[in-house]
């Protein structure tokens, strides 16, 4: 993977992975943080660290 080419795969059941190079993610309150690499974005809504997945997606037996 190119470095700025991002790649998303939705993940049955699961989050949405995200392949990427460097990435700013700004939060709600305006600060921000730099990631890089493998994400995995929450997209059941159970998620205790969103918008992360934090694998309660399984316990909560999201279907999607
Ligand atoms: S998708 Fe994993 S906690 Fe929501």
Known sequence: MADDKAKI??????PL???????ELVKPDGTSQTKKGKLFFCRCGH???KPFCDGSHTAEGFKG
């Open 17 to 23: 992975q995200v392949d990427c190079g460097e990435v």
């Open 47 to 49: 998620s205790k660290t």
């Open 9 to 14: 795969t939705v993940i049955p059941n699961g």
